[in-house]
């Protein structure tokens, strides 16, 4: 495939896989749920300084992620497409800047089209495209700063030696307003060994400083700003989001060590089996200053994470793009040598996986449906797309020097169309705005809105363009913001709320959405007014109380 007829192929996959199943299905909780409501209140209030999530203070994130999807909201609407197009955009950019690389270090078109390719398809970066999320936007910058970063060492002139310098600067800057101080710590680290292992350290001496220039310049302004607005925000986003979540044994989402080997492998699906090969053959030409680099690009963000107390299983995003450029080497020098071993290999473990799919949803279906009667189509729809990837993969499996790709086109497949496929059920406990859209109208007379879960009262923020949600008996990661000494009103325990209820119906109706689990559900319910009107779809529970 030529350049020009791969940026084609390129356009019409994103096109069909990536941009037309963003308003498919609802939103999911707590994720984008919350970014979404976020980039609409941001969009709406007028203020583009300080984080706010349902109108309360929330620093865990500085402000660039935020904005990304604030003004994808105001161009495409505040809508499902809206809240996710920036995710999408981003990782296009990521793709484009992975082939890119790929070109100028191997000069080959085919390897340059092989990495994009698997870059594009594997697991956690297809999904998380198609998600509203930072960590899509951090992947951007921290690519487009590995890249700068490569370059800038290798540089002969002068004036491509401060080209480079500086557009590193500038990905550390914008990576920083997404996601904090990871975006400087993570090119420091590579670039640290990078220079030993190369004899470049006067390199890197000379010149990183004016990326650390660049990155201040970049940054600087609003992190001035929000601390003349908010003088509190980097005091609880330095040691809140972390020195406590790298290193407190009381770290959000505490994991192993070994966590994100397993991740890896799941995330880089469907090329799993491929990755040991190609890690070899990287290994071998480690001599290269290029493969040398991707090592390290790949390593050290790798073990920085695994050291990390806290972990979530998209934090290993940034692995993907050097993983991809290993990979994609390694089948361009499989097919050139007619070594179709790893790859038919590859395809044999895909058609295990798809086949251990089917077979799993046939056994459940048979002792524990996840689809009722009447969800027919939603059923037969996941057992097609099981079908196109069990196709993928066998064609794989039957010419992989020929249909290397195939499996590709198996994992677009499905994420563009199980999200929207999924039991009911699921989509009640996991998606509750479209719920909520159902009884938008009834909600809308609210005087009063409650919830009593995070992520629920994000989406109901969301479909109501409302911020005055009231957080009944939980608090989550709004418990900063509700400790604020300015924020009365906002919480109401279980034991007050009856009392609290009754006050507030004197103002006008109370629209309380409830997201519950089975212990909890009559005795909650048995709280409310004997006239309320109650919408119920699995765990969700909307009540009207007039």
């Known amino acids: 495939m030529t350049p020009r007829r791969a940026a084609l192929a390129l356009g019409a996959v994103f096109a069909l896989f990536f941009l037309v199943p963003l308003g498919l299905h609802g939103l999911w909780i707590p994720d984008e749920s919350r970014y979404a409501q976020i980039g609409q209140e941001m969009l709406r209030s007028g203020d583009w300084i300080a984080p706010h999530f349902l109108g309360l203070r929330y620093f865990e994130k500085p402000i660039g992620g935020y904005w990304l999807i604030a003004l994808s909201e105001a161009v495409f609407g505040e809508n499902l497409f809206g809240a996710r197009f920036a995710s999408a955009l981003v990782t296009l950019l990521t793709t484009l800047l992975v082939y890119g690389f790929a070109q100028r270090l191997w000069r080959d078109a085919r390897t340059a089209i092989a990495a994009a390719l698997v870059f594009l398809s594997c697991a ?8 509203s999320n930072l960590d899509p936007q951090f992947n951007l910058w921290v690519t487009l700063g590995m890249v700068a970063l490569y370059f800038a060492f290798e540089s002969g002139s002068r004036a491509s030696r401060l080209r480079w310098w500086a557009v590193l600067g500038l990905a550390c800057g914008l990576g920083f307003l997404t996601k904090g101080f990871l975006a400087f710590a993570l090119p420091v680290l590579v670039a640290l060994p990078y220079a030993l292992w190369q004899g470049r350290w006067r390199v890197l001496l000379a010149w ?7 990155a201040l310049l970049v940054c600087l302004p609003w992190a001035l700003a929000v601390h003349w607005r908010e003088p509190d925000f980097w005091n609880f986003f330095f040691w809140n989001e972390h020195v406590r979540r790298f290193a407190s044994a009381t770290a959000q989402h505490m994991r192993p060590w070994w966590f994100f080997v397993p991740i890896v492998f799941a995330g880089a699906l469907p090329w799993a089996a491929l990755l040991p090969p190609a890690l070899r053959l990287a290994w071998s030409q480690r001599g290269e200053r290029a493969t040398a680099f ?11 994470f695994s050291l990390s107390k806290g972990k979530l299983p998209t934090y290993i995003l940034p692995c993907f793009a050097p993983l991809a450029l290993g990979v994609g080497r390694f089948v361009v020098q499989a097919r050139s040598q007619r070594s179709a071993r790893a790859l038919r290999v590859n395809g044999a473990l895909n058609l295990l996986i798809g086949a251990g799919a089917v077979a799993g949803l046939v056994w459940l279906q048979l002792h524990d449906p996840l689809y009722s009667a009447g969800e027919g189509s939603r059923l037969a729809l996941v057992v097609a797309v099981l079908g196109v990837w069990l196709l993928c993969a066998a064609l794989q499996c039957w010419q992989p020097l020929r249909h290397w790709a195939a499996p590709a086109f198996g994992v677009w497949t499905f994420f563009a169309l199980v999200p929207a496929a999924l039991p009911l059920a699921l989509v009640h406990n996991k998606m509750p705005d479209q719920f909520i859209l159902a009884h938008r109208d009834a909600l809308r007379g609210a005087h009063t809105l409650v919830s009593d879960d995070v992520g629920t009262a994000a989406a109901l923020a969301w479909r109501l363009a409302r911020t005055d949600v009231v957080m009944l008996d939980t608090q989550g990661e709004l418990a900063y913001g509700l400790s604020q000494p300015d924020v009365q009103g906002r919480y109401v325990t279980r034991a007050d709320f009856p009392a609290w209820l009754a006050q507030a119906r004197r103002n006008g109706p109370v629209g309380i959405v409830l997201r519950l689990g089975d212990a909890e559900e009559e005795p909650l319910l048995a709280l409310l007014p004997p006239d309320t009107r109650v919408h119920r779809a699995g765990r969700l529970v909307i009540a009207i109380v007039p």
């Open 124 to 131: 956690l970066v297809a999904g998380q495209a198609g998600y």
């Open 208 to 214: 990183g400083p004016l990326a650390v220039g660049v």
């Open 294 to 304: 991707v090592l390290l690009w790949f390593a050290v963000p790798f073990v920085f």
